[in-house]
Each structure stands twice: as C-alpha cells, then as structure tokens.
C-alpha cells in the first residue's frame, strides 16, 4: 500500500509538471507578474505591447480590466501557431470610480486619501490567446483599508513609489502589512495577476 502511495503521489507530480506544448510569451514587464508566472512553473518570454489603454465610455466598471487585457493580448500581431500570449490588466474600483495609475506624488496622496477607511474593488482581467482561440477572464477581490494618516501616507509614496500601480499601492508592500485589515478574493488577482485563473486555463490548453 505505501508503494502504491507513492507511485501515486510521483504520478501526480508528473501530471502537474508536464510541459506546454506552445511556447508561452507575456505581454507584460511587471516584475510582479513575472515572478508570479514563473513561480506557477512556466517557462515564458516577456514581449512589448503597443497599444492605447482606452475604453468605451460608460463601461461597466466590472468590465474594464478584461476589455484591456483583451486589448492587449490582440495588439500583438506576431503570434506564430506555437504560441500562447498572456495578457493582464488591473483597476482599483471606489465607489464605481476608477482608480488608474497615479501621474505624480499629488495624484497618488489623493487616491491614497480617498481610500483610507473604505472598501475598494480590485478587478484583475486576464485573456490568453493562440491562434485558434482567445479565452478572457476577470477575477475580483474586496479590500478594507484601515485609516491612513497623512504621515502614513508621506512615509509610504517616499519609500516605495508605487506610482506604476493602479489605486498608488501594491498590497504586497508596506501599506498592505500596516494598513489593510480584510480581503475577500485572491491576494495575486489584487497583485495584478490571478494564477488561479491562469494555472487552470494554461493547464486546460
């Protein structure tokens, strides 16, 4: 019986490490979405998007993160029959207001101040495409922001400069350890990446 166990367990194992067939190209250069594609087990090459982040004017805000991603993912125009892109975007929700990147230290105090004490969306969509199909998804978490004083908010913009991050914070960092005190959803999706999602979809093409 405890053979069989293993012969089971090294089956299994072999199972979740066998290979894609396509070669994997991300459309992305955030570090943080390279680690965590990486840290899933794929091996992948990161490629430049070109394209203008608009959306439809009176979008659902739901919406949003998938269309962009979508956008994305169709503004490469070398995919070859061997390969997978991915693409990923993420917008932080208030109160049906979309939080996008921040253009400077003002901007992002702002932001950082309207969210303190609330609740906020975080919406991450995702679309994987080959040449015979795209597949879009879009995954949502819930965060509750304690309240952050203007020192707080001082100390955080002057040492992590999160002004590459929708919503001016990555949970991932100081602001998310001393200030968020609930989620409800997936850490990664609020990272900007739901490997959830992106495991599955991978594994399943």
Known sequence: ???????????????CQKPIAKKILLASHSPRRKELLQNLGFDFE?????????????SDVSKVAEY????????YKNLNADEIIIAADTIVVLENEILGKPKNKEAAEKMLRKLSGKTHQVYTGITI????????????????????????????????????KAGSYGIQEWIGMAKIKKIEGNFYTIMGFPTHLVYEILKNL
């Open 1 to 15: 019986m405890k053979d069989l166990k293993i012969y089971n367990r090294k089956k299994q194992e072999a199972n």
């Open 46 to 58: 990161t490629v430049s998007i070109d394209c203008d982040e608009i959306f439809p004017e009176n």
């Open 68 to 75: 962009l991603s979508n956008l994305k993912a169709n503004a």
């Open 129 to 164: 495409k080959t040449k015979e199909k795209t597949i879009s998804q879009t995954d949502v978490a819930h965060v509750v922001f304690d309240k952050i004083s203007n020192e707080e908010i001082e100390y955080y913009l002057r040492n992590f400069e999160p002004f590459d």
